[in-house]
C-alpha cells in the first residue's frame, strides 16, 4: 500500500493464493483520500521470459490492436500494414504479432475490443504457459508489450533482468484498455478489484478461459482437430463436450487436475464451418469459434485536435479540454480551449467548473472562486436547485481553504442536495462541524457520508475520533475498518498502536504529513502535533528501494506552522534543501505562512519555488 507521490491516492494491493488451486489473485483497492476529483489509470504487468517459440494469445474475436493513445492501429494476429515503422506486409510467414520471434522494434500492442475475459502467453519449449482471467466490463485492458526481437531490445533486457532476458510484459488494465487511458475517482470514492492468473500446461494457447478452466479448439490445416481442456484446480468426473450442432462428437466424463490436462488430436472436421462447433467443460467453460470475417474494427484511430479557433461548437471545445486534462496531455494544455468557450460564453458551467478545479489544483484560491461563482450564477439563473451541486462543493472546498468557513458550510450544505455530492459535501461538513466542537452534528454528518458512501476509510476515522471527543468509544470503528484495510494509516495512528503505525507506515514523512493534515482539517492540531514529534524521535524503516523523501523539512515546518514556534521555524530553516519538493495545497499555505514571518527563508523559498513551476504558476 502506498500513497503515491503526486497525488495523494491510497492504492493497495495483495496476492492472494487459493488453498488447494492453482490461482494467483491479486485484489486490490484504490481510494482517493483527497476532496477532489482525480484520475488515475490500473495496469498489472506480468514479465514472461521468451524466445522464438514464444506465443502470447489473445481471444479469437481481437482481430486488430492499437498503439499507445490509439495513434495506430494494426490487424491482428495477422499484420498486413505498417507498425511501428515495419512494413509487415513485406514479411510474409513472419507477420504474426502473437510470436516474439516476429517483432524487431520496441512495440506495444493493445486491445480495442473483446467479448472475453482472458488472455495469456504460452512457451512451446516448457511446454506450459499462463493465463490472465478478469472480469471484462471493469477489467477490459489487454497489451503485450516488447523491447523487440533484435539487438536493440536486447540491450534493454540484459540490463532490466537479471539473466531471464528476453522478455515480454503481458500487462492487463482495469478501467483502461489503452496507455494513457484514465479514468475518475470522485472524492472520497473506494474502487475494488480483483485480477487472476494460473500457469497450465500441455495443451498450448487456448481460446476461452475462466478462473476454473480453459478450452482448446483448433482447425488444423489437414482438417484434424486439436482439443485440450484444464482447469485451476482439481475436478472429478469432468464433462467434456464438443457438439457439432445438435450433434454430439464428443460426450467424456474425465478427472483433471492442473498437472493432468485432457487433450485430443484424433477427430477430423468434415464440416463446412467451424463455427457450428461448441466445446466446452461443463459448468466451468464453453467455447464457440468466433468467425472473424463478421467482426469489425469500433475503435477510430486517434486524431490530433484542432486548435480552438477551428472548432465550431462549445461542446466539442469543452470535451476536447477535457481529453487534454483527463490524459494529461504533456504538449498542449486544456486552458486554450476554455479560453475560447468562454471568449463566447463567459458564464459556460462546465467550463467554469473545469478552471475553477484547475486553479484551485494550482493555488489559486480567489481566482478559483472566481470561476465557481461563475458557473453558480448561471446555473441559479432560472431556479436556485441546480442539476448538480460539483459548483458549490467546490465553492465551499475553496472557502474552507480560505477559512472562511460560514460560507463553505452554507455552500457545501446545498451541495447535499446533488446525490453525487453528498458523500463528498457531508465528510466536508463533517470536518467543520470538528473545528466548531459539534461533534453530535459531525456524528451524524459522518453517518451521512456512509449512508452514500460506506467505503470512505476517511470518514470511518473521523466518526472514530469524533466519538472519543464525545466521551464514547470508537475502537471498534476502527477495528473494523482496519480488518478490510490493514494498511490504512490514518486508522492505525488513531488507533493508538503506535508501533504497528510506525512499521507499516515506514514512518515515511510524506505519508505522515497525509495523516497530519487529516487532523488538521477537523482542527485536532493536538493530535497532529503528536503525530509530527512521534515522526521526528522514530527511526524511518529501511526498504528496498531508497526512499529519498523518508525525511521532509516539510514535517518541520508543519510543527512549527502548528505551533506557532519561531524557534522550531528557524530550526526548519536551518535544515538542508535536498528533496524539497511539496506536493498538496497543505505544503503551499504552510510555506507561505513561512514566508510572512520574519527572516529569510531560503527552504520555503526553493520548495515554494519548484511547487509553482509543477503547478505551472
Not at 119 to 129: I, T
Not at 466 to 476: E, F, I, P, Y
Amino acid at each position: 500500500s502506498e500513497h503515491d507521490p503526486l497525488n495523494r491516492l491510497k492504492g493497495m494491493h495483495g496476492i492472494r493464493m487459493h488453498l488447494g488451486s492453482a490461482l494467483v489473485e491479486l485484489k486490490a483497492r484504490l481510494f482517493n483520500r483527497t476532496p477532489y476529483t482525480q484520475t488515475f489509470l490500473w495496469w498489472a504487468n506480468v514479465a514472461a521470459k521468451v524466445h522464438d517459440h514464444y506465443q502470447s494469445f489473445f481471444p479469437a474475436d481481437v482481430h486488430y490492436v492499437a498503439d499507445h493513445a490509439v495513434r495506430a492501429q494494426s490487424g491482428f494476429p495477422i499484420a498486413n500494414n505498417d507498425y511501428y515503422g515495419v512494413d509487415y506486409a513485406a514479411k510474409p510467414g513472419a507477420n504474426d504479432l502473437s510470436w516474439y520471434k516476429n517483432i524487431e522494434v520496441p512495440t506495444s500492442y493493445m486491445v480495442c475490443d473483446t467479448a472475453f475475459n482472458f488472455f495469456g502467453g504460452y512457451d512451446y519449449d516448457a511446454e506450459g504457459g499462463f493465463i490472465h482471467v478478469a472480469n471484462k466490463h471493469v477489467a477490459p485492458g489487454k497489451k503485450q508489450w516488447t523491447w523487440g526481437n533484435h539487438e536493440f531490445g536486447w540491450a534493454w533486457d540484459r540490463e532490466l533482468t537479471d539473466d531471464n532476458g528476453p522478455y515480454v510484459e503481458l500487462m492487463a488494465g482495469v478501467y483502461t484498455d489503452n496507455q494513457p487511458d484514465f479514468s475518475y475517482l470522485a472524492p472520497g470514492e473506494t474502487k475494488t478489484f480483483s485480477q487472476f492468473w494460473w500457469p497450465y500446461k500441455k495443451i498450448g494457447p487456448v481460446q476461452n478461459a475462466t478462473k476454473d478452466a480453459a478450452v482448446r479448439l483448433v482447425l488444423n490445416e489437414d482438417g484434424s482437430l486439436d482439443l485440450g481442456a484444464v482447469v485451476s484446480s482439481e475436478f472429478k468426473g469432468a464433462r467434456i463436450l464438443l457438439t457439432d450442432g445438435d450433434q454430439v462428437l464428443i460426450d467424456e466424463r474425465v478427472d483433471l487436475s492442473p498437472d493432468t490436462p485432457w487433450q485430443n488430436q484424433t477427430l477430423k472436421f468434415a464440416g463446412d464451418a467451424i463455427h457450428t462447433l461448441e466445446m466446452s467443460v461443463e459448468g466451468l467453460v464453453s467455447y464457440r469459434p468466433v468467425d472473424v470475417a463478421k467482426l469489425e474494427r469500433k475503435r477510430e484511430v486517434a486524431t490530433e485536435p484542432p486548435m480552438p479557433d477551428a472548432i465550431e461548437t462549445l461542446e466539442e471545445l469543452y470535451l476536447t479540454a477535457e481529453h487534454l486534462e483527463q490524459y494529461r496531455h504533456p504538449t498542449r494544455y486544456p486552458e486554450i480551449y476554455w479560453d475560447e468557450i468562454l471568449r463566447r460564453d463567459p458564464l459556460d458551467v462546465r467550463t467554469n467548473i473545469a478552471y475553477g478545479r484547475r486553479k484551485l489544483n494550482q493555488g489559486l484560491l480567489d481566482d478559483a472562486a472566481e470561476y465557481f461563482e461563475k458557473a453558480i450564477e448561471r446555473l441559479t439563473c432560472r431556479h436556485p436547485n441546480p442539476y448538480t451541486g460539483e459548483a458549490h462543493y467546490y465553492l465551499g472546498l475553496t472557502r474552507r481553504f480560505q477559512n472562511r468557513f460560514t460560507e463553505a458550510y452554507g455552500l457545501l450544505y446545498k451541495s447535499t442536495w446533488n446525490a453525487a455530492w453528498r458523500s463528498a459535501a457531508y465528510y466536508e461538513l463533517a470536518l467543520l462541524d470538528c473545528r466548531q466542537g459539534d461533534f453530535e452534528t459531525a456524528l451524524q454528518h459522518c453517518e451521512d457520508v456512509l449512508d452514500t458512501n460506506r467505503q470512505n476509510n476517511k470518514a470511518q476515522v473521523l466518526k472514530a475520533l469524533v466519538l472519543g471527543k464525545l466521551g464514547r468509544d470508537g475502537s471498534q470503528v476502527l477495528a473494523d475498518l482496519l480488518a478490510v484495510d490493514p494498511l490504512d494509516h490514518w486508522a492505525r495512528h488513531a488507533s493508538g498502536d503506535v508501533d504497528a503505525f510506525l512499521a507499516k507506515s515506514r514512518n515515511d514523512a510524506q505519508t505522515v504529513l497525509d495523516i497530519v493534515y487529516d487532523y488538521v482539517d477537523a482542527g485536532f492540531c493536538g493530535e497532529a502535533i503528536g503525530l509530527l514529534e512521534l515522526h521526528h524521535r522514530s527511526a524511518a524503516h529501511e526498504v528496498a528501494v531508497p526512499n529519498p523523501l523518508e525525511r521532509s523539512q516539510l514535517t518541520h515546518y508543519a510543527l512549527a506552522w502548528l505551533s506557532g514556534s519561531a524557534e522550531l521555524l528557524e530550526q526548519a530553516r536551518a535544515l538542508g534543501s535536498d528533496y524539497c519538493f511539496p506536493s498538496r495545497l497543505h505544503d503551499q499555505l504552510m510555506l507561505e505562512w513561512a514566508l510572512e514571518q520574519p527572516g529569510a527563508d531560503r527552504n520555503a523559498a526553493y520548495g515554494l519555488g519548484n511547487y509553482y513551476f509543477d503547478k505551472k504558476r
